[in-house]
């Protein structure tokens, strides 16, 4: 605590990001970082865009990776906008879009950063409870609202909500802005940028940091109406005009480039999953249906931070979360086949003892 503090810090509850040990041969499953690397077009583009250049402003638009992000998805240029990590444009959707004087609406469990946006912002916001079966129930959330916001597939259980129950969610509340968090939708989702020309309050958020291996980059995106987009970039552009670098849209542009590498790594992510939840359903685990690149389990006969404490005496770290409701699920990012092998054979051990 310091007196020199604006009192809004004071009230502030942070963000906790995953672990980044300083740990060598690690065996790191607890931030859902992408086990494989990008594509070798990023990397070439990175190091040709990394000349005398660099002395230059980038682009504060991102244009070039505007318009390959919009013609990807079969959108306009003014329908996409760009910003340093897809936690940025969330903090600017946030400013830009979801104060208002009736409460933002958001699940109960879902990716702790919306929170603290709200505290840092002076949001209010009511938290709506997932089902027993930890899903969002869409009927929950025909009330008063300043907004609507929830992660898709969940973050951290991996649940899916399927597109036409985002469609019913739009069609029943016009007067406010919907956004959807596609973090993860590339392993095993529909995104939802496919409904945006239909509803001017919808606003979809991904980040390329998951399936495109980028999370070194920096890179999101939302795309939505716009009138949605104007708003966002008249907050960007009270805080930071050139939010990406040189080297960021040219690596970026790159991955659209490679689709075929895109493919195949979001492929051997889906197919590891499925392998690793039938090991761990086989080791006694329970483990929600995930669309992600994580599993979220728990074990009746055992205590998970305990089964965490041990796994990071082995060499592997997996993320557990204090929260209420979900104290007693590890969440496990998907890694190399090696690397869950190792996970598995670790637990086996642990479970043993």
């Known amino acids: 605590m310091s007196q020199y503090w604006s009192e809004v810090v004071h009230k502030l509850t942070p963000y906790v990001p995953g672990e980044q040990p300083k740990i060598d041969r690690l065996i790191k499953l607890n931030t859902n970082e992408n086990p494989y690397p990008p594509s ?19 682009d ?27 936690d940025e444009v969330l903090a600017h959707t946030f400013q830009a879009l979801l104060k208002h004087e009736q409460p933002l609406l958001c ?33 929950d959330y025909l009330q008063a609202n300043g907004g609507i916001i929830f992660a898709n597939p969940n973050a951290p259980t991996g649940c899916l909500l399927e597109l036409d129950k985002i469609e019913f969610l739009l069609q029943h509340n016009r007067d406010s802005v919907v956004v959807v ?14 409904l945006i020309n239909k509803y001017p309050n919808f606003l979809v958020i991904q980040t390329l940091s998951k399936s495109r291996s980028l999370a070194g980059l920096r890179v999101g995106f939302a795309a939505g109406h716009p009138d949605l987009i104007a708003g966002l970039n008249r907050v960007k552009n009270s805080f930071n005009c050139y939010p990406l670098d040189r080297l960021a849209v040219a690596g970026a542009i790159a991955s659209f480039e ?6 195949q790594n979001c492929a051997a992510i889906i197919a590891s999953r499925d392998r690793l939840t ?3 359903n086989h080791l006694g685990f329970e483990v929600l249906s995930s669309a992600a690149n994580f599993v979220f389990a728990r074990h009746p006969q055992h205590e998970v931070l305990q089964l965490a404490q041990g796994l990071r005496a082995a060499g592997i770290i997996v993320r557990h979360f204090k929260q209420e409701r979900i104290s007693e699920f590890l969440r496990i990012s998907i890694g190399t ?14 479970l043993q003892a």
């Open 278 to 280: 039938d090991s761990l």
């Open 258 to 263: 490679d689709e075929a590498h895109f493919q």
């Open 337 to 350: 086949d090696v690397e869950c092998e190792a996970l598995v054979s670790a637990l086996k051990i642990l």
């Open 60 to 86: 504060p638009g991102s244009d070039s990776l505007r318009d390959t992000i919009a013609a990807y998805h079969g959108l306009q240029a003014e329908q996409i906008f760009i910003g340093n990590s897809s």
């Open 107 to 139: 699940p109960d469990i879902s990716y702790s950063f919306y929170p603290v946006y709200c505290g840092l912002y002076g949001i209010s916001y009511r938290s709506i409870p997932l089902d027993a079966d930890f899903r969002l129930n869409v009927e």
């Open 181 to 194: 968090d596609e973090a993860y939708v590339d392993f095993g989702g529909s995104t939802a940028i496919t």
């Open 40 to 58: 070798p077009r990023v990397l070439a583009a990175i190091q040709q865009a990394a000349s005398a250049d660099l002395r230059l402003y980038p």
